[in-house]
């Protein structure tokens, strides 16, 4: 028989949830009938799998040893460098100006480093994560961007703060502005695109209807042409939805491709170490959040990138 006490970052969520995270190498249909026969109790009791654990709460246990033997990957995260630019921290978060080429995540074919090993080791360091004190918990980042994608990246210290970013994100109540280097020059000064998106899994690439009229997901891209030199025009770009590649496939839509973006028309650029798409999340801005949210205290903060390798002063600088 072995005990687990659920803590402040485990609670509020469901038992199936939380057994998932914490034994990863438990098949469902053995954590099911584990649950339906008693041989893990909530409290003492017999539990269902949709209970909502809380803080406090005592999971018992009477499976086998080998669930709870160490989890070999929990600090893997050391193999990591652990210094990345801070643009913002404080106790629920820290806000990230992601460097072009750096994974958010460890992809398919594994790589030790990534930004999220990279906050885990800082924290670590600081004292303000240790795996050996979590059961489910990991601090983890809530928006992503693409390898080659630079900017600004929010990371979570905490399970609750974690849930409630991802909750204002899904309510569009975080501002995400992007600036990029498109090829030639929008007919438009400004505008709004729209269509529909569809995914190519195989090849890691999207393709966008206009007309909006075939099955996939809706995608709305605000745009702007602030500076334009010779060949190359400066857009600033406000995402209204978030999908894969959008802003890639929406400029290459209007026959504008994004500067060194190969795999959407554009032609390769390598200049000032950089040899990815002239693409960057350069501002965050908060919005509207509500008072009993514990994220209350950023409403009306805006938060930009100190520098972005393609531009200066609202100009074009490559």
């Keep these: 028989m072995r005990t687990l006490t659920i803590n402040k970052n485990d609670a509020n969520q469901r038992l199936d949830k939380f057994l998932s995270k914490r034994f ?32 406090g709460d005592v999971l018992t246990f009477y499976i086998k040893d080998e669930f709870f033997e160490a989890r070999y990957d929990e600090f893997e995260f050391m193999k990591a460098p652990k210094k990345f630019p801070i643009v913002y921290e404080d106790e629920n978060i820290l806000i990230i100006d992601k460097p072009e080429g750096l994974l958010a995540h460890p992809d398919k074919t594994y790589h030790f480093d990534s930004l999220v090993s990279r906050v885990q080791h800082y924290l670590y360091d600081k004292g303000e994560y240790d795996p050996k004190a979590e059961n489910s918990f990991s601090p983890a980042v809530a928006n992503r961007l693409d390898r080659n994608t630079g900017g600004l990246i929010i990371a979570a210290k905490n399970a609750e703060a974690l849930k409630e970013l991802n909750s204002i994100i899904k309510e569009r109540k975080i501002e995400k502005r992007y600036l990029c280097i498109v ?56 995402l209204v939805t978030g999908r894969t590649h959008q802003i890639r496939a929406h400029m290459a839509m209007i026959h504008t491709p994004l500067l060194g973006d190969t795999k959407y028309g554009g032609k390769p650029y390598k200049a000032k170490g950089h040899t990815g798409q002239a693409l960057y999340s350069y501002k965050l801005s908060f919005r509207d959040i509500e008072e009993s949210s514990p994220l209350a205290y950023l409403s009306g903060k805006v938060f930009k990138a100190p520098n972005v390798w393609f531009e200066k002063d609202g100009k074009v600088n490559i």
């Design 183 to 238: 090829e030639g020059k929008p007919q438009k000064l400004r505008g709004v695109l729209r269509g529909t998106l569809q995914k190519d899994e195989v090849k890691n690439k999207v393709s966008v209807d206009k007309t909006g009229k075939s099955e996939g997901k809706e995608i709305v891209t605000k745009y702007e042409v602030l500076d334009s030199v010779g060949k190359y025009s400066l857009v600033e770009v406000e």
């Design 24 to 55: 990863k190498t438990m098949p469902k249909s053995l954590m099911y009938r584990y649950i339906r026969t008693k041989y893990i109790k909530l409290n003492g009791k017999k539990c269902a799998i949709d209970d909502v654990l809380q803080e």
